[in-house]
């Protein structure tokens, strides 16, 4: 009996609808729908609710010692520290040589509270530093995206493929 009621209500409703409208207008507004839909994931709305909360990469990240892996610029670094190895933050130690291809993550800085896109550059040359050993992958992508893994040895395009630590140098704030 109530299968019969929700027939007939369907009847009626489709029956309506084809009074009311046209093919032409039921056309027009489906490729309205089909022409708007993909703007939708653009729009602001949800990466502001996603930046709100902090990941626990975020949470304790400092940016007093470079020496140390919760240093907010090394979200998505793996490997020795040039910082531990003679070299800066972002060059690195005398008898290396960079990369010249890297992988980038977006880091937040607690002390300004924005985001940050970071080139990850491995120095190569010399035998691996092997201090300062880290490993963050918060910001790591999978190898289908080669230039955000953090587990390839970025040598390329350098005299040797031998790698030594991994430095990095900040691009731009990101948006």
């Given at each position: 009996m109530a299968r019969f009621e929700?027939?007939?209500f369907g009847d009626r409703f489709s029956r309506g609808l084809a009074n009311r409208t046209s093919r032409r207008s039921m056309l027009a507004r489906l490729g309205v729908i089909l022409v708007?839909?993909?703007a939708f994931p653009l729009l602001p709305i949800e990466r502001?609710?996603?930046?709100?909360?902090?990941?626990?990469?975020?949470?304790?990240?400092?940016?007093?010692?470079d020496k140390e892996c919760n240093?907010?610029?090394?979200?998505?670094?793996?490997?020795?520290?040039?910082?531990?190895c003679g070299g800066g933050v972002h060059t690195c130690p005398p008898g290396t040589s960079p990369s010249l291809t890297s992988w980038v993550g977006t880091c937040y800085n607690p002390d300004d509270k924005r985001s940050y896109l970071i080139a990850y550059h491995d120095c190569c040359g010399s035998s691996s530093c092997g201090q300062c050993?880290?490993?963050n992958t918060e910001a790591a992508m999978p190898t289908y995206r080669p230039q955000g893994n953090n587990e390839i040895i970025w040598?390329?395009?350098t005299s040797s493929m031998q790698y030594h630590c991994s430095t990095a140098a900040l691009v731009g704030v990101a948006t």
């Open positions: 929700f027939d007939k708007a839909a993909p502001k609710a996603q930046a709100a909360e902090l990941t626990e990469f975020q949470k304790k990240a400092q940016s007093k010692d240093y907010w610029r090394y979200c998505a670094i793996d490997g020795s520290l040039c910082t531990c050993r880290c490993d040598c390329f395009g």
